[in-house]
């Protein structure tokens, strides 16, 4: 079984509060709302000013390939609260980077961490890769924690440029590893 067969078969999982599933074009009030303020991307895409940017960017980034990109989903209230995706997915390698992103009043209860956790020992156990990173802006130190929780490890600082606005950025990097002692 290859990795986009273990990635189909995990379509759909869940952890105590959260469960994880497709994106469905339904999504898109519940993604427009969280699209439409700058606060909930900051670091992740431009805003969505319009309905119709949400739609177009909910079907071509987040449905039109979608093994690997999940909605983040509330059990208690069942909406979509989120997203957490794999970046870039070398099946050679056997190594991803994850992206993330939650609606704000979703901040700082836990939420992403549990995600990231589940997708890392998921990751590790059920998909077969060795190492995964998530790369943070230097100012974004929410998900800097997000990453220190999940026992992934500062790996490196490094400038790049932003995808978006194409200025140069600092980053951190951080990584986990098969095996990583630091659990």
């Known amino acids: 079984m290859n990795i986009w067969t273990k990635l189909a078969k995990f379509s ?13 074009f339904t999504d898109v009030d519940d993604f427009h709302q969280l699209a439409s303020d700058p606060e909930n991307l900051q670091f992740i895409f431009p805003a969505q000013a319009s ?8 079907a071509n980034y ?3 390939s979608p093994l690997g990109i999940w909605a983040i989903c509330d059990k208690k209230d069942e909406k979509m609260i989120g997203s957490i995706k794999f970046e870039k997915l070398d099946e050679i ?3 991803a980077e994850i992206g993330y992103f939650l609606k704000k009043n979703y901040w700082s209860q836990g ?10 020992d998921l990751s590790m156990n059920e998909f ?11 100012e974004n130190v929410a998900s800097q924690k997000v ?15 932003d995808r978006y606005t194409r200025k140069m950025r600092d980053y951190l990097e951080f990584r986990y590893t098969k095996g990583n002692l630091n659990e």
């Open 12 to 24: 759909f999982y869940e952890t105590e509060r959260l469960y994880f599933r497709p994106f469905f």
């Open 51 to 58: 309905l119709e940017e949400s739609q177009y960017t909910l």
């Open 62 to 64: 987040f449905m039109k």
């Open 93 to 95: 390698k056997k190594e």
């Open 111 to 120: 939420y992403m961490t549990e995600a990231v956790t589940k997708l890392r």
């Open 128 to 138: 077969a890769l060795k190492q995964l990173s998530i790369v943070t802006h230097l």
């Open 147 to 161: 990453a220190e929780k999940s026992y992934f490890v500062l790996y490196r600082r490094f400038k790049g440029s």
